[in-house]
């Protein structure tokens, strides 16, 4: 059977954190839309298995939102339940899903362990509770400590934390507590992020109006300079721009997007990938569950990926893993030589001391890193 990554949209929260511009809205868990749109996920599900996948099995399986743990352990397990049916699932498949401190608990991980979940990444963000605040996040560093206690023993011996950094009363004193706790608690995998402002948010509109107060660019990047010295030294390995792993603890689900393999998603603003397409489903949680209950079409984005888009997404996306890309495995795929195709863009890189080639990989160096998404760039047609 042909191997296949699954996506699962959960857009609910129980409130709208300031930064964020994900497609997410804020609903009582006793609304109405909450198991239709449950319910319409399932029909999805299996009416896509029928009629564009089939001969596919899941290899992973990734619920990510919003907050998936929003939903009860129930719901999580009928949709899990949905996609073994429509997919199956591989024996050793990864099933993950993100979960906020203040939005779970041990009877509910339980369920999610009973059901196959196999794999859980907690939004914890800071370990400092006035961060929090600032962040509009509904638990503190406590609540998050017990997240992970509570997840460990309802069975999951596969955890990975979230962490933000150049966050508003952040300073480098706050960070390294975070990263001490974070790597104290005994995650086996941990992803760093770095504030950005997206437009729209609560976040971008107080800065435009000169009311968020930021760390300075010097600060960020200490930070995360501080966050790779100190993660290596703890025995995680740094396998991408902000993900580490203990050994054999890569998230394979996302290793799928980075090496820009397919996927199907599904759920209200899921993106799949598959044979060149690329879409996105309706994101309006109430639209999505009445064209999926009249049988209209779900997709309201969709480009087809000519070989030259292909090859520069895959180079662009390749090069934020430390390994960086296969130049034989880019030949085979796309019938291509990379280092004639872009000999101006690696030769101009290489001497400014941000790409290296290592046999057949090429890929960042340190510095590279660091200035990661205008090098990748570069490759983008």
Not at 41 to 64: N, S, W
Not at 162 to 181: C, H, K
Not at 269 to 297: F, N, T
Not at 358 to 368: F, P, Q, V
């Amino acid at each position: 059977m042909q191997p296949i990554a699954i996506y699962i949209h959960i857009p609910f929260c129980a409130k709208h954190c300031a930064y964020c511009d994900f497609n997410t809205y804020v609903e009582q868990r006793i609304s109405a839309i909450v198991p239709e749109t449950v319910d319409a996920i399932c029909a999805d599900v299996r009416q896509t298995a029928e009629r564009v996948a089939p001969g596919m099995q899941a290899q992973t399986v990734f619920f990510g939102g919003g907050t998936p743990t929003f939903l009860s352990g129930s719901q999580l397990a009928q949709i899990l339940g949905a996609v073994r049916e429509a997919f199956g699932a591989a024996e050793d498949a990864e099933i993950s899903a993100e979960a906020n401190p203040g939005a779970s608990d041990a009877a509910q991980f339980r369920e999610m362990r009973d059901a196959g979940f196999n794999r859980l990444s907690i939004g914890v963000q800071s370990f400092d509770d006035a961060v929090l605040q600032s962040l509009d996040r509904f638990h503190t560093a406590r609540e998050a400590e017990e997240a992970v206690r509570a997840a460990r023993s309802a069975g999951f011996d596969n955890l990975s934390l979230d962490l933000m950094f150049r966050l508003p009363g952040q300073d480098r004193a706050a960070w390294s507590v975070s990263l001490e706790r974070a790597a104290a608690i005994g995650t086996e995998h941990l992803s760093l992020y770095s504030l950005t402002l997206e437009p729209g948010t609560r976040f971008e509109r107080l800065a435009a109006g000169g009311r968020l107060v930021l760390p300075d660019e010097e600060t960020e990047l200490a930070m995360y300079e501080e966050a790779v010295s100190r993660l290596a030294d703890a025995g995680f390995e740094h396998y991408e721009v902000s993900n580490f792993a203990r050994p054999g603890r890569r998230c394979r689900h996302n290793m799928v997007y980075w090496r820009n393999g397919e996927y199907l998603g599904f759920g209200p603003g899921a993106v799949s990938y598959l044979a060149g397409r690329r879409w996105r489903r309706e994101p309006l949680p109430s639209r999505y569950v009445r064209k999926m209950r009249a049988g209209e079409e779900l997709a309201v984005q969709s480009e087809h990926l000519d070989p030259a888009a292909a090859l520069g997404e895959t180079i662009m996306l390749g090069l934020r893993l430390r390994e960086g890309i296969s130049l034989a495995g880019l030949r085979e795929r796309f019938g291509i030589d990379v280092l004639d195709h872009y000999a101006d863009e690696i030769r101009r890189l290489s001497a400014d001391g941000l790409m290296e080639r290592n046999g057949d990989r090429l890929r960042l160096t340190h510095s590279g890193l660091l200035v990661g998404d205008s090098v990748c760039a570069e490759f983008l047609a």
